[in-house]
């Protein structure tokens, strides 16, 4: 038998870094960890397995997409515990997927499709979580509005646990579930965490809200947020003497709410999703009280969404919301 090609050793030791990521030292050949020997290798190849970005692994590990390209290119190699964790980004993606599914997620280094995507996957599963469910309300309500984004290793976890069309998605035709009796269990953060822990062999399992990028959305600033300055108007007549009346000062929230108008609250009933609402809010700098209004799109345990057409979606911070009303009735 003749001598091994260099070439050839270097393929077998890239597959058994691959397949058998538990073993620490491959005697004869390296004297050192697999993890600091040659993890672009398979790095690479993970990469065009699963058609996942970098700029996902980068946020997953969090590093900077500098240092992943160093990583590809074998400048910079990779400590143990970050194989380990890389281990875990790869495996959202089943080692059985069909080439239809890695061709889809390869789309997602756009980031103007992955956006849509994850917007479209948030919003379908605001509409489904459990209200007490605050872990995923916070991680998926600021995406629904548009305020903060999923990568695209999250967006495919999500499809993979809850046995979603991830093709579809991505290819712009909305969210439709593979399962028609699936459903979107109670914590669902760690739902699919408990799943993942299915698709390792061996070591870390993923985790849905690893990374920076899983957990700080970016916020609303005060300025970008439209107040209006609510003014008492006159009592209304018996039929809607139950409500408090106010006066809509300026077009600051027109067409929607014009100036001249009367809204109507009630402090009555709790407001639901789709309600059109007045976030009341102490203004800090003098006795007046403001509001920012328009149609409720979820309440958090630390921001309050709240469509208002002309600024689009806004997050109010609920330490600042007062009171937060159902807009009952509306005249000029």
Same mark, same amino acid.
Request: proline residues 6%.
């Given at each position: 038998?003749?001598?091994?090609?260099?070439?050839?050793?270097?393929?077998? %030791?890239?597959?058994?870094?691959?397949?058998?990521?538990? $073993? @620490?030292?491959?005697?004869?050949?390296?004297?050192?960890?697999?993890?600091?020997?040659?993890?672009?290798?398979?790095?690479?190849? +993970?990469?065009?397995?699963?058609?996942?970005?970098?700029?996902?692994?980068?946020?997953?590990?969090?590093?900077?997409?500098?240092?992943?390209?160093?990583? *590809?290119?074998?400048?910079?190699?990779?400590?143990?515990?970050?194989?380990?964790?890389?281990?875990?980004?790869?495996?959202?993606? *089943?080692?059985?997927?069909?080439?239809?599914?890695?061709?889809?997620?390869?789309?997602?280094?756009?980031?103007?499709?992955?956006?849509?995507?994850?917007?479209?996957?948030?919003?379908?599963?605001?509409? #489904?979580?459990?209200?007490?469910? *605050?872990?995923?309300?916070?991680?998926?309500?600021?995406?629904?509005?548009?305020?903060?984004?999923?990568?695209?290793?999250?967006?495919?976890? $999500?499809?993979?646990?809850?046995?979603?069309?991830?093709?579809?998605?991505?290819?712009?035709?909305?969210?439709?579930?593979?399962?028609?009796?699936?459903?979107?269990?109670?914590?669902? %953060?760690?739902?699919?965490?408990?799943?993942?822990? @299915?698709?390792?062999?061996?070591?870390?399992?993923?985790?849905?809200?690893?990374?920076?990028?899983?957990?700080?959305?970016?916020?609303?600033?005060?300025?970008?947020?439209?107040?209006?300055? $609510?003014?008492?108007?006159?009592?209304?007549?018996? +039929?809607?003497?139950?409500?408090?009346?106010?006066?809509?000062?300026?077009?600051?929230?027109?067409?929607?709410?014009?100036?001249?108008?009367?809204?109507?609250?009630?402090?009555?009933?709790?407001? #639901?999703?789709?309600?059109? !609402?007045?976030?009341?809010?102490?203004?800090?700098?003098?006795?007046?009280?403001?509001? !920012?209004?328009?149609?409720?799109?979820?309440? *958090?345990?630390?921001?309050?969404?709240?469509?208002?057409?002309?600024?689009?979606?806004?997050?109010?911070?609920?330490?600042?919301?007062?009171?937060?009303?159902?807009?009952?009735?509306?005249?000029?």
């Amino acid at each position: 038998m003749g001598q091994l090609s260099r070439a050839a050793i270097t393929d077998v %030791v890239c597959w058994l870094t691959l397949h058998l990521p538990h $073993l @620490r030292y491959f005697p004869g050949v390296f004297a050192k960890p697999f993890a600091e020997a040659m993890p672009q290798h398979w790095i690479e190849r +993970e990469f065009i397995r699963t058609g996942l970005p970098k700029s996902s692994f980068a946020g997953y590990l969090a590093i900077d997409n500098a240092a992943v390209s160093r990583i *590809s290119s074998g400048e910079r190699p990779l400590s143990e515990e970050e194989s380990a964790l890389a281990r875990a980004f790869f495996s959202v993606v *089943s080692e059985r997927a069909p080439e239809s599914s890695t061709d889809a997620i390869r789309r997602l280094r756009s980031t103007k499709i992955r956006e849509t995507a994850g917007v479209a996957l948030s919003r379908w599963l605001v509409e #489904r979580i459990d209200h007490r469910d *605050s872990n995923a309300l916070d991680l998926f309500a600021p995406v629904a509005a548009g305020t903060s984004t999923l990568r695209a290793d999250q967006i495919v976890a $999500l499809c993979r646990m809850l046995e979603l069309d991830v093709v579809g998605l991505i290819q712009g035709f909305g969210v439709r579930s593979l399962d028609p009796n699936a459903s979107v269990p109670p914590d669902l %953060v760690a739902a699919v965490d408990r799943a993942a822990t @299915r698709w390792t062999r061996d070591g870390v399992p993923y985790r849905l809200t690893r990374g920076p990028a899983a957990t700080e959305a970016p916020r609303l600033s005060a300025s970008k947020t439209k107040f209006v300055t $609510l003014q008492p108007a006159d009592p209304a007549d018996d +039929e809607l003497g139950a409500y408090t009346p106010y006066l809509i000062p300026d077009d600051s929230y027109a067409p929607r709410f014009e100036q001249g108008q009367t809204i109507f609250l009630d402090a009555g009933s709790e407001p #639901r999703k789709g309600d059109f !609402v007045a976030a009341v809010i102490k203004d800090t700098k003098s006795e007046n009280l403001q509001a !920012v209004l328009g149609k409720l799109l979820y309440v *958090s345990r630390d921001k309050i969404g709240i469509d208002t057409a002309r600024s689009n979606r806004v997050e109010v911070p609920r330490d600042r919301v007062t009171a937060l009303r159902r807009i009952a009735f509306c005249k000029m």
